[in-house]
């Protein structure tokens, strides 16, 4: 980890040479890796003390952090991860709370909340993070970054720990849009059908717009007005199959019976002290019955379809990354699981349908950075981010 750790991003383990490549794109710029994924030298702690005591040093790298290092960058630590990367609130009750260096007063965000703070409080380039449920993209909005939920299995995540294998993404943060490109370049193949970049249909769903608080619309507008700009008008849509209530349900048994079945018969066998909200929900978990996750198979099914459709290779939706800025340090764990709760019916949509999310930070709130959103087709990840680059360069 870095001497100097103002943030407390990085998990606190002696410091360990990693080699990477003198040159290569990515070359001058450094690194933090989420808890989550192998490094050579270190343990692999999934941000609980007896997963980290049973881990032993790893031999080798995982392979997305090995491609990073080939590029050129240069490794700078491991970040705190919230414990089994089940919480969005960046509060690990093991290894504590990293600083959002964009807001102080307020969370950074889980599960990837060390990487996120890393970031934010400048202390690397970029940052290797998870989105299970939201990981990369609610500490995105929350700590002022770029942020992307690629393609479900477009990254490899070959090293790293599970939590919900079919809802598993591997993404990645940085402060500017050109450092972001540059990190795609090396972790994203070229798309297979590329967004047509002059002609690209915005989207914007209404039903999704219409979950904000009016002042939380309203502190979005003009960054609306700067992606307009570049990208064209929007047109009026609706996501939701169904309603809110089936898409957030259907996500959140297949994401607890794959999380049960991840971790459970660790947690059984060893009973490991769970911090506060990650407890409950494994214990909900443990409960999620074969017909709940058989409707929602289906149902994803359908959703993917039905999404798949409304986008056809032209259309990218424009919606908001979260219900709103980051909750402050000091919100009860009862208004915390609220706030994920009502965040989880906008991010699952990326959830279920297994297409990129990319966030942007082009808005605030109360002196509190806010995230904007572009959701593309399944494997147009890079042409998301080339979209993105257009709206940045007026204001650059």
Same mark, same amino acid.
Request: a negative charge; proline letters at 8%.
């Given at each position: 980890?870095?001497?100097?750790?103002?943030?407390?991003?990085?998990?606190?383990?002696?410091?360990?040479?990693?080699?990477?490549?003198?040159?290569?794109?990515?070359?001058?710029?450094?690194?933090?890796?989420?808890?989550?994924?192998?490094?050579?030298?270190?343990?692999?702690?999934?941000?609980?003390?007896?997963?980290?005591?049973?881990?032993?040093?790893?031999?080798?790298?995982?392979?997305?952090?090995?491609?990073?290092?080939?590029?050129?960058?240069?490794?700078?630590?491991?970040?705190?991860?919230?414990?089994?990367?089940?919480?969005?609130?960046?509060?690990?009750?093991?290894?504590?709370?990293?600083?959002?260096?964009?807001?102080?007063?307020?969370?950074?965000?889980?599960?990837?909340?060390?990487?996120?703070?890393?970031?934010?409080?400048?202390?690397?380039?970029?940052?290797?993070?998870?989105?299970?449920?939201?990981?990369?993209?609610?500490?995105?909005?929350?700590?002022?970054?770029?942020?992307?939920?690629?393609?479900?299995?477009?990254?490899?995540?070959?090293?790293?720990?599970?939590?919900?294998?079919?809802?598993?993404?591997?993404?990645?943060?940085?402060?500017?849009?050109?450092?972001?490109?540059?990190?795609?370049?090396?972790?994203?193949?070229? /798309? $297979?059908?590329?967004?047509? @970049?002059? !002609?690209? +249909?915005?989207?914007?769903?209404?039903?999704?717009?219409? #979950? %904000?608080?009016?002042?939380?619309?309203?502190?979005?507008?003009?960054?609306?007005?700067?992606?307009?700009?570049?990208?064209?008008?929007?047109?009026?849509?609706?996501?939701?199959?169904?309603?809110?209530?089936?898409?957030?349900?259907?996500?959140?048994?297949?994401?607890?019976?794959?999380?049960?079945?991840?971790?459970?018969?660790?947690?059984?066998?060893?009973?490991?002290?769970?911090?506060?909200?990650?407890?409950?929900?494994?214990?909900?978990?443990?409960?999620?019955? /074969? $017909?709940?996750?058989?409707? @929602?198979? !289906?149902? +994803?099914?359908?959703?993917?379809?039905?999404?798949?459709? #409304? %986008?056809?290779?032209?259309?990218?939706?424009?919606?908001?990354?979260?219900?709103?800025?980051?909750?402050?340090?000091?919100?009860?764990?009862?208004?915390?699981?609220?706030?994920?709760?009502?965040?989880?019916?906008?991010?699952?949509?990326?959830?279920?349908?297994?297409?990129?999310?990319?966030?942007?930070?082009?808005?605030?709130?109360?002196?509190?950075?806010?995230?904007?959103?572009?959701?593309?087709?399944?494997?147009?990840?890079?042409?998301?981010?080339?979209?993105?680059?257009?709206?940045?360069?007026?204001?650059?």
């Amino acid at each position: 980890m870095p001497l100097h750790d103002p943030a407390h991003a990085f998990v606190p383990y002696p410091d360990v040479p990693v080699a990477h490549a003198a040159t290569g794109p990515l070359a001058g710029l450094c690194f933090g890796v989420k808890d989550l994924f192998d490094v050579e030298g270190y343990p692999t702690g999934g941000g609980n003390p007896l997963v980290l005591a049973q881990s032993g040093i790893k031999s080798g790298n995982a392979p997305t952090v090995q491609r990073l290092l080939d590029a050129g960058a240069r490794f700078v630590g491991k970040t705190v991860t919230d414990e089994f990367a089940f919480s969005m609130n960046g509060n690990n009750a093991h290894f504590g709370a990293p600083l959002n260096g964009a807001a102080p007063d307020r969370i950074t965000g889980g599960s990837s909340s060390g990487s996120a703070s890393a970031v934010s409080s400048r202390l690397c380039d970029f940052a290797l993070g998870t989105d299970t449920g939201g990981s990369v993209r609610a500490p995105a909005n929350h700590c002022g970054l770029y942020g992307l939920r690629p393609t479900h299995g477009r990254i490899s995540l070959a090293g790293a720990l599970d939590l919900a294998p079919s809802q598993d993404t591997c993404g990645w943060f940085a402060r500017e849009v050109t450092t972001f490109a540059q990190v795609a370049d090396v972790l994203l193949e070229p /798309d $297979a059908a590329p967004l047509p @970049a002059a !002609a690209v +249909r915005l989207l914007r769903p209404r039903d999704v717009w219409g #979950l %904000l608080d009016g002042n939380v619309s309203g502190a979005l507008a003009k960054a609306c007005v700067q992606v307009e700009a570049a990208l064209g008008a929007t047109a009026d849509t609706v996501v939701a199959l169904e309603s809110f209530d089936a898409m957030y349900w259907s996500f959140r048994y297949l994401q607890g019976r794959e999380a049960w079945t991840t971790d459970g018969p660790f947690i059984e066998r060893f009973a490991p002290p769970l911090g506060p909200g990650v407890a409950e929900r494994f214990a909900w978990s443990s409960t999620v019955t /074969d $017909a709940q996750v058989a409707q @929602a198979q !289906a149902f +994803r099914t359908t959703f993917r379809t039905h999404l798949a459709a #409304l %986008l056809g290779s032209d259309g990218v939706l424009l919606m908001p990354t979260m219900p709103d800025i980051a909750p402050l340090r000091s919100a009860a764990e009862a208004s915390l699981e609220d706030y994920r709760n009502r965040a989880i019916q906008m991010l699952c949509i990326a959830g279920l349908s297994g297409f990129p999310q990319l966030s942007m930070p082009l808005a605030s709130r109360d002196g509190a950075p806010l995230g904007l959103s572009l959701l593309g087709p399944a494997g147009s990840d890079r042409s998301l981010i080339a979209l993105a680059e257009r709206v940045a360069a007026p204001w650059s």
